[in-house]
C-alpha cells in the first residue's frame, strides 16, 4: 500500500537526516583540529594537554554512528555474495578508520582523521538527499488525500448535513461551496465554478465546471458553488489511483540502476586488486609507509559516493518533474525505454479527438433559423448528436424556440412540432424514407467521415447539419513536435478508411490503421512492431487495454478520472496529446542526465585510482590521501548538481495566458 511505502521511506529519510546532522556536528572539530587543514588555512592550533587525540576520538564516534549504516548494509551484500554499492563504501571507510588509528598511535606519519569524518559526513548527506528526493516524489501526492476535507456537505430533502467522507456513497450529492475543496469524485448536477485542479493534473488555469462536468477529490472550487453527485469514493477516487501508481513507480525495478550497482560490484573488485598491487609493489620497493598510505589512499579514492548519487538522484529527480506535471510513471523500465522509440501510436477516438460529436458546418439560406429548429426537435432527445446540435445553437446564441410531441425515430432521426409546423432531423434513411434528395453538400460532408442531418421543415429540405468528432486542438501541435523529435506517428481506430483518412490528413499522421475493432488492437500493434521498431501506443485505456500492454511502452492519456488503467506503463492526467511528447523529453533528459553523471563517477575513479597507486611517481605527481578525498568530495558535489539541472525541464508548451503558480 502506498501509506507502507511512505512510512518505510519517511523512516529512512528520518534516519540519515539525523544521522547526517550528527555527523556534522562531530566532524566540524576533527577538520579544525587537523594539521593539514591548519597549514593550508593558517591558523595554529591550541597546545592543550590531550588536544591531540580530540580527532581520533570524535572521529571514531563518527565512524561508529555515521558508519554504521553502511556496514550493515555491506553484511547484506555480502551475505547475498552480492558485493556492490554498500560493500565499497564500508571498504573505504573501514581502510580509512584504521590507517588513522595507524597514524595516531605512530605506526607511521599519516593524519586522515578530517578526511574518514568528511568522507562519512558527505556519504549521509548524498543518502539523505537521495531518500528525500524519492521520498518528495511520492508525498507530492500522497498529500493530495491530506489536502481533502474531513467532513462533507451531503444535500438532504430538508437541505444539507455534515457527514464525514466514508459516510458517503456512490449517488449521494455533495454541495461545494466557493473556496471548498471537492470531496469526492463525481459529476456535477448543479451550480458552475471555476476550478483549481493543478494538484491534480498541473494544469496552471482554473478549469470552469458545470453540469455533466466531472470533478476530482481534491480540486479547490473557486468563484461560486457546485452540487457534485458521488461516482466514487475510497480507493476507487483518483487521488487513490495516483498514489499507487505512484508507489507502483518508486517500486518498479531500473535498467539504469543496475547497471549503476554493477558498476560499483566490478569497481569493488578494482578496488581491491588495485590496493592489493599497490601494497606488494611498493612494498617490495622498500617503502613499507608508502605501500600502505598508498594503498589505503586507492581505497578510499575507490569509494564510489558520485557513482551511488549518479542514478538514483536522476531517477527521484524525474519522477517527481513528471508527477508535477502530470506525466505519472508506473514502471521506470517504460520510460527509460521511450527514449528509444520509433513510432508512437495514438488510439483516435477519445486521445486525438475529444470522443464527442460537435456541429462542424450548416448548409442552409438561413443558418440559424435552420439550427434554431434542429435544436427545437432535439432538445428532449439524450441521443449524442441531439446533444451536439442544442449545444451549438446555445454557444451561437440562436434564439431558442419551443417544441412539442416530439418523437424519436429509431435509426433515422426525429420530429417534433416547432411554431405550428412538423419538423424533422434525420440521416439518409429518413430522406429515402421521404423521398427527398440530399443537399450537394452531403456527399463532400459524407467522403470526409461527417455524420449529415438534414432539417425538414413540413417535407421540404431547408438545409443541413454536418456533425464530426471534434479533433482536440493540441493533436496537430503533438503530431508536429513528434515528427520534429524524428519520430513516425500512427493512428489506430474502428472508423472507416474515409474517416481515419481525413483525420490523419488535417494531423499529418504518417500511418493509418481503420476500421479496427477493439479486440484487434493488439494484433494492428504488432503489425507495426515489425521489422523491430520500437512502438508506442497511446490511449484511452479502456478499449486500448490490450494494445497498451502489446506496446513497447503503454500510454494511458486523459486518464486523471480513470486512473484505474493498470494496463499502462505511464499514465497522463490530462487528456492532452502533446503530454506524450513531454514524456518522451523526460525520457531522454532523464537518459542523458544518468550517462553523464555515470561516466564522471567512473571516470574520476579510472584516473584516480592510478595516480593514488604512485603510478606517475616516476614523473613527480603523487596523491596524497588528503587530496583524493577532497577531489572525491567535490565530484560527488558535481554529480549532484548535475542531476538538479533536470529540474530546468520545461515538459509542457508555455502557456502565455496562464498565470505563474508558485
Known amino acids: 500500500m502506498p501509506g507502507g511505502h511512505d ?76 558485493p556492490g554499492m554498500m560493500t565499497l563504501i564500508s571498504l573505504a571507510i573501514v581502510v580509512a578508520f584504521l590507517t588513522s588509528w595507524a597514524g595516531t598511535l605512530g605506526l607511521f606519519e599519516v593524519e586522515i582523521w578530517w578526511e574518514l569524518a568528511t568522507l562519512i559526513t558527505i556519504m549521509l548527506l548524498g543518502h539523505w538527499l537521495e531518500m528525500r528526493s524519492i521520498a518528495q516524489a511520492r508525498g507530492a501526492l500522497a498529500a493530495l488525500a491530506e489536502l481533502l476535507p474531513d467532513t462533507a456537505e451531503r444535500v438532504t430533502d430538508t437541505g444539507t448535513e455534515s457527514v464525514p467522507l466514508d459516510a458517503l456513497g456512490v449517488g449521494d450529492m455533495v454541495l461545494v461551496r466557493p473556496g471548498g475543496r471537492v470531496p469526492v469524485d463525481g459529476e456535477v448536477v448543479g451550480g458552475t465554478a471555476d476550478v483549481d485542479e493543478s494538484m491534480v493534473t ?24 457546485l452540487r457534485v453527485r458521488v461516482t466514487a469514493v475510497g480507493a476507487e477516487t483518483t487521488l487513490s489511483g495516483i498514489m499507487r501508481l505512484v508507489a507502483a513507480a518508486q517500486a518498479s525495478a531500473s535498467r539504469a540502476q543496475d547497471l549503476a550497482d554493477r558498476a560499483a560490484a566490478l569497481l569493488f573488485y578494482i578496488a581491491v586488486g588495485a590496493g592489493l598491487i599497490t601494497v606488494t609493489v611498493w612494498w617490495l620497493l622498500g617503502d613499507r609507509e608508502g605501500a600502505l598510505v598508498r594503498a589505503a589512499t586507492v581505497l578510499v579514492i575507490a569509494c564510489p559516493h558520485a557513482l551511488g548519487l549518479a542514478i538514483p538522484l536522476v531517477i527521484a529527480i524525474s519522477t517527481s518533474l513528471g508527477a508535477r506535471n502530470g506525466l505519472l510513471v508506473k514502471r521506470r523500465l517504460a520510460l527509460e525505454r521511450a527514449r528509444e522509440l520509433d513510432v508512437v501510436i495514438f488510439d483516435k477516438t477519445g486521445t486525438l479527438t475529444r470522443g464527442q460529436p460537435v ?83 452531403a456527399a463532400r460532408w459524407a467522403d470526409e467521415g461527417r455524420t449529415v442531418l438534414h432539417v425538414i421543415d413540413d417535407g421540404r429540405i431547408v438545409g443541413a447539419i454536418a456533425l464530426e468528432d471534434e479533433i482536440r486542438p493540441e493533436s496537430r501541435e503533438a503530431v508536429e513536435r513528434l515528427h520534429a523529435m524524428g519520430l513516425n506517428v500512427a493512428m489506430i481506430t474502428g472508423d472507416a478508411q474515409s474517416v481515419a483518412d481525413s483525420v490523419a490528413r488535417r494531423l499529418g ?110 614523473w613527480g605527481i603523487d596523491l596524497p590521501m588528503a587530496v583524493g578525498a577532497i577531489a572525491m568530495s567535490a565530484s560527488t558535489i558535481i554529480v549532484a548538481a548535475n542531476a538538479q539541472l533536470l529540474r530546468g525541464l520545461r515538459l509542457r508548451p508555455a502557456d502565455p495566458s496562464a498565470p505563474e503558480r508558485a
Open 7 to 82: 512510512k518505510h521511506a519517511g523512516h529512512s529519510v528520518a534516519m540519515f537526516r539525523d544521522r547526517f546532522w550528527l555527523s556534522l556536528l562531530l566532524t566540524v572539530p576533527v577538520v579544525l583540529l587537523s594539521h593539514d587543514v591548519a597549514g593550508l588555512v593558517g591558523y595554529e592550533l591550541p597546545m592543550l594537554p590531550g588536544l591531540e587525540f580530540a580527532p581520533a576520538v570524535l572521529g571514531t564516534a563518527v565512524f561508529l554512528y555515521g558508519g554504521l549504516v553502511f556496514l550493515r548494509g555491506a553484511v547484506g551484500e555480502l551475505g547475498a555474495r552480492q
Open 509 to 618: 499522421i504518417d500511418e493509418v490503421a481503420a476500421q479496427v475493432l477493439p479486440a484487434d488492437k493488439a494484433e494492428a500493434v504488432q503489425r507495426f512492431q515489425a521489422g523491430g521498431r520500437r512502438v508506442a501506443m497511446v490511449g484511452d485505456g479502456v478499449n486500448a487495454a490490450p494494445a497498451l500492454v502489446t506496446a513497447d511502452v503503454g500510454i494511458a492519456i486523459g486518464a486523471g478520472t480513470d486512473v484505474a488503467v493498470e494496463s499502462a506503463d505511464i499514465v497522463l492526467v490530462r487528456s492532452d496529446p502533446r503530454d506524450v511528447v513531454g514524456a518522451i523529453e523526460l525520457s531522454r533528459a532523464s537518459y542523458r542526465k544518468m550517462i553523464q553523471n555515470l561516466v564522471w563517477a567512473t571516470g574520476y575513479n579510472i584516473v584516480a585510482i592510478p595516480i593514488a597507486a604512485g603510478v606517475l611517481v616516476g
Open 359 to 441: 456541429v462542424a458546418e450548416v448548409a442552409a439560406e438561413a443558418e440559424a433559423a435552420v439550427l434554431a429548429l434542429a435544436a427545437a426537435v432535439e432538445s428532449d432527445s439524450e441521443h449524442p448528436l441531439a446533444r451536439a446540435i442544442v449545444a451549438a445553437a446555445a454557444e451561437r446564441g440562436v434564439e431558442s424556440l419551443a417544441g412539442h410531441d416530439f418523437e424519436s425515430l429509431a435509426g433515422r432521426g426525429a420530429r417534433a412540432v416547432v411554431d405550428g409546423r412538423p419538423i424533422a432531423v434525420g440521416g439518409p434513411r429518413l430522406l429515402d424514407e421521404l423521398g427527398l434528395a440530399a443537399v450537394p453538400q
Open 202 to 225: 498541473g494544469e496552471s488555469r482554473a478549469v470552469p465546471k458545470g453540469p455533466g462536468d466531472r470533478g476530482v477529490a481534491g480540486t479547490v472550487a473557486v468563484g461560486g458553488s
